[in-house]
């Protein structure tokens, strides 16, 4: 099973303007993703845009994505929400339309706490029925898992994976050491923030949960690929061709370069759900460069 | 006008554990808020739980104020959310209900920067039709404003008012004169973090948006005359007789503790939306103990 393990590729959502999911579109990500042959998707997490969007819109997607994918290639999806009973909801909504595992992040408004936090995560595993991977993010949602929680998770019944932000001091080794003293031998440990995770794959973790996988699943696939059989001169080489893309990430936040890149590539002309803006277009030539590296 | 100015008590909304609102809870708060004379009502506020509402339980809520109030107290309303339009509905929603003003604070997920944060003010004031105020909460939208952008927004139509976090350092009287310099005579400035606002007040700030007020309004508006009339030592006094409270909002975040007051006060029996879980049975005592000091 390469549910939470490997290379877990993360499209962009299209929607209109008002947050409708443009289905076709979606396909065409997911198809591309599929062809280059990542181990998973990872369906509506932040770069898909699982916040900006309604319940009923998230279930449309889920299901054509589900309808795409036909079974070939495991499907992760978002269930992050505020409310602990709408987290449920989507948890049962992803598993009735045929998702595999979910991905929660604690989404929060009032800053949560470690036992709110526990409990939001129980009672959505619980809901779901699925293997569920924790989304520790903290950038998005204010919230930063202690070793100790995640540990605690790790325990609980369909908890099976984390997705950890990037390492403090690029410790990738020393963390992983660390969260596999204190969690089950099954239990996953991956990592997002792509400009880390040629570091990460190297010092053993178990997956790389990428943004630019949602459009660039090719070359992120040949660096999962030479990272993960341990050779340090090849995916160096890979790490440094998405450089000057991870310069662009950094800057201007992945969500907001990957809309450019999915109009570049021809896949959409879609733009972020507002308030967040599309790039300048001067931007849109330092991504056209970053991208020719990429070939 | 009173609207953005003096005592601003924002009340819980009452709901059901599903998030349906209890209106008639709602009117206790409200008439126990308008019988102390408070100059305006901050309803839906982040203690009104606006972010964990549909925006069909927010128009029962504003709906159910305007004819409690029967216009005898201006009633701001919260219209924060994630997406621009939806933000944009929820502002007409409240001037057709019969709102006096709007309270906006960037809610996000994906960090936005400044240029988002104002092009999403205006599309909002413009949509709204009301006055406006920014609501600067770092705390929980993982925004933070600069004087610039506050300055930038000030001379936006319909935006009229800032309601800040503590100032750094407790330096209300520096802040002030920076943000007044800055910004038009007609813009208010006020400030939010209840254990800050004796010495906001007494430094010449424009309004207190209180929590405590919510519930308390009879002792915060006490404590805001004082302050207004430049009274030191009796604001001082009251101040202080809210000490141990506001050592409590600090411990446990003032959301929760609101909960356990309007239990005790035996206003409504409610619970704080999940994920946040009500306080534990000890943490009782020690608000009971609170509130025996402001009788």
Redesign the interface.
Known sequence: MTLFRGLSAFPLTPTD???HVDTEGLARFLERIQRAGADSIGLLG?TGGY??LTREERKRAVQAAVECIGGKTPLVVGVGA????EAQALARDAKSAGADGLLLA??S????NE???F??FV?VAEAGELPLCIYNNP??T?FTFSDALIARLSEVSNIVAVKMPLAANDDYAGELARLRSMTPDTFTIGYSGDWGAADALLAGCDTWYSVAAGLLAVPALALTRAAQSGDAVESTRLNRAFGPLWTLFKHY?S?RVMFVIADYLGLAHVQ??????PLPEDAGDDIKQALEKLK
Chains 1, 2 share one sequence.
């Open positions: 303007a008002e947050g932040s916040a900006y505020l409310r602990t009973d604690p989404m408004y009032v800053p949560l036992d709110e936090v409990q939001h009672a950038s998005t204010r936040g969500f972020p759900p507002r308030p967040i803006l």
